[in-house]
């Protein structure tokens, strides 16, 4: 009878076939020098991302953001991970970035700053996850066709 009793009760704590067990707490992932590393990827472009606990320095490719991303838009993209996470000024940033053009690598950036502030503070995850910043867009240029002026455009038609 102990015996049934012991298996009904280890039957109950069992999860359920359709249900799924809760996950476990993410861990905190920083190297040797206290950085979170993470990729960010949008269109052809590919950011690997540094991210440490610092003033709120953010370089890019051995430059400062300002000079790198001229455009005020582009840098409002790479502050969106820290606006929405309210940590703004306490991280620094260093990033290297390759392929794209310009809109394309500010969008790779931010996608490598929000999965290394998620990795550096496991917290955040969730308020990054709302906001899409953690999923990569991956919306690219559709290739141009043969017998088609581009993608989807045709050549003039013309009758006579």
Do not use: C
Request: no cysteine; glycine share 10%; proline share 4%.
């Amino acid at each position: 009878m102990a015996t049934e009793l012991s298996s009904f009760a280890e039957l109950k704590k069992a999860p359920v076939a359709g249900m799924a067990a809760p996950a476990a707490p993410r861990e905190k992932e920083v190297d040797a020098q206290g950085r979170a590393y993470a990729t960010g990827r949008r269109k052809n472009a590919v950011a690997r991302v540094w991210v440490k606990l610092g003033t709120g320095k953010i370089t890019i490719n051995g430059r400062d953001q300002k000079i790198y991303f001229a455009r005020p838009t582009q840098q409002m993209v790479i502050q969106q991970p820290f606006d929405v996470s309210q940590r703004n000024g306490q991280f620094d940033v260093i990033a290297t970035v390759s392929g794209g053009g310009l809109s394309g690598q500010a969008g790779a950036v931010r996608h490598g700053i929000a999965q290394a502030l998620s990795k550096f503070e496991p917290a955040l995850r969730g308020a990054m996850k709302t906001n899409g910043f953690l999923t990569r867009d991956s919306r690219v240029v559709e290739r141009k066709k043969y017998g088609r002026a581009g993608a989807r455009r045709r050549f003039q038609f013309s009758k006579r």
